[in-house]
């Protein structure tokens, strides 16, 4: 088995891993990454085939490369996405390894950096970077039981609906995920239901300008990390069919049916919570003060900017969420699969160090772990609000790599100055 010397190992050759390099190299710090599949493999392999970004190819970018293929307005498909990173490493000149999986990263044996275990060899660095990014494990709750007649997958494992067996679907979440893809499910024909809980609504583009627009003028892609406990609210936006703000009562009037929450599953029959209106009307109230306060900021600064009376206006609210089910028979109702949208949590398993909190997230402030040396990139609310988005992680990566830099005793060397003993 080899071992191997680096000054600092990246793990994950996605968007963190590759804005990563790109600062370590402005940095002169000598580094290494590695990549257990292909880089942005995550676009790739673990996203359904329609997707697109949900932020604008102006914005949905780092700063010093624009998309081939897309219009600066257009939402980018997940091909080009992954094929714009993997054009970045190139012109960056990334030392980057594919095909290569950490099992453990644990302190070296001397005590000073760490070793990286993999099956070929070891890895030993002064600094580590974990950038693996916020979705690593998908969460699907115990619900409901495993049977041979009910198809069951998390959204990472979704492709298209001639995937799943003929029939009705339940998609259980309604952030930009399960609701892009309860329209996908619609749109192909299908029964569909969805599952509702807590959200926040943005509007796509408002008075000419996009919802991300807004979210930098008026300051909340800087907010900071919420304190712990602080329970996390899924924001329903589409970049799909060109973008377009999400609008429940849309949904329901296309032919889907509105759910609460899922609570349980009894002998093949689902149980729905009765927080259906109030999710609604919460997101219904999220929309509109974000319009309130886009109006407030054009008075402010006296932009001309167009306005749009009719965006404040809210429909009346359909009857499947004024008079919601609160019961769904699977079989009765003809439901063959159910989709969870239900998010990501930690795996970090693979670490051998005191990191973690009793959550299983990583202990680290702005990305400096607790563990002198070691590091965390790409994660939910790393900074800030912007932390876990594209051009937000080329920022965070930034800072990083001047926290690493001072204490490097070799700024002349090579970015990919790597010695082999």
């Known amino acids: 088995m080899t071992v191997e010397i680096v000054d600092t190992l990246v793990i994950g050759g996605g968007q963190a891993g590759v804005a990563m390099s790109e600062h370590l190299r402005l940095h002169n710090v000598p580094h290494l990454v590695v990549e257990r599949g292909r880089i942005a493999e995550r676009w790739r392999s673990e996203r359904w085939d329609s997707l697109v970004a949900n932020g604008p190819a102006w914005h949905d970018r780092?700063?010093?490369?624009?998309f081939d293929g897309t219009a600066p307005d257009g939402f980018v498909p997940k091909e080009e996405i992954a094929a714009y990173f993997e054009a970045y490493a190139r012109q960056i000149d990334m030392p980057v390894r594919c095909g290569v999986e950490v099992r453990k990263l644990s302190r070296a044996s001397s005590g000073q950096g760490f070793e990286a275990q993999m099956d070929a060899g070891t890895i030993q660095a002064r600094n580590v970077v974990v950038a693996t990014g916020p979705f690593q494990r998908p969460l699907v709750p115990a619900l409901i039981p495993q049977t041979p007649n009910l198809f069951q997958t998390h959204s990472?494992?979704?492709?298209?609906?001639?995937?799943?067996?003929?029939g009705g679907v339940l998609v259980i979440g309604a952030g930009a995920s399960g609701v892009q893809i309860a329209e996908e499910l619609k749109h192909a024909g299908?029964?569909?239901?969805?599952s509702v809980g807590p959200h926040d609504r943005p509007a796509r583009r408002y008075r000419g300008k996009d919802f991300v627009w807004w979210l930098g003028v008026l300051g909340m892609w800087d907010m900071k990390t919420p304190g712990p406990g602080t329970?996390?609210?899924?924001?329903?936006?589409?970049?799909?069919?060109g973008g377009h703000t999400v609008d429940f009562r849309t949904l329901a009037a296309s032919g889907i049916t509105l759910v609460g929450r899922t609570l349980s599953c009894h002998e093949g029959v689902l149980s729905f919570d009765t927080d259906l209106q109030k999710n609604i009307e919460a997101g219904d109230a999220n929309y509109l003060a974000m319009l309130n306060a886009a109006d407030a900021y054009v008075a402010a600064q006296g932009?001309?900017?167009?306005?749009?009376?009719?965006?404040?206006?809210?429909?009346?609210l359909p009857e499947c969420v004024t008079a919601p089910l609160t019961e769904l028979d699977?079989?009765?109702?003809?439901?063959?699969?159910?989709?969870?949208?239900?998010?990501?949590?930690?795996?970090?398993?693979?670490?051998?160090?005191?990191v973690l909190d009793a959550r299983g997230a990583p202990r680290h402030e702005g990305g400096v772990s607790v563990e002198p040396g070691l590091y965390f990139l790409g994660l939910s609310w790393l900074t800030r609000r912007a932390s876990p988005f594209i051009w937000g992680v080329w920022h965070d990566a930034a800072r990083l790599a001047a926290h690493i830099a001072p204490d490097h005793s070799a700024q002349g060397q090579a970015q990919d100055d790597v010695m082999h003993v």
């Open 231 to 241: 329970e996390h609210v899924t924001i329903a936006v589409s970049g799909a069919q």
């Open 156 to 166: 990472q494992g979704y492709k298209n609906p001639s995937q799943l067996p003929e």
């Open 330 to 354: 699977l079989a009765k109702s003809g439901v063959t699969s159910i989709i969870w949208a239900t998010g990501y949590g930690y795996d970090y398993g693979w670490l051998d160090l005191d």
């Open 190 to 194: 299908r029964a569909v239901w969805l």
């Open 62 to 66: 780092f700063p010093n490369r624009h």
């Open 303 to 316: 932009l001309d900017l167009p306005e749009e009376p009719q965006a404040h206006r809210i429909g009346e």
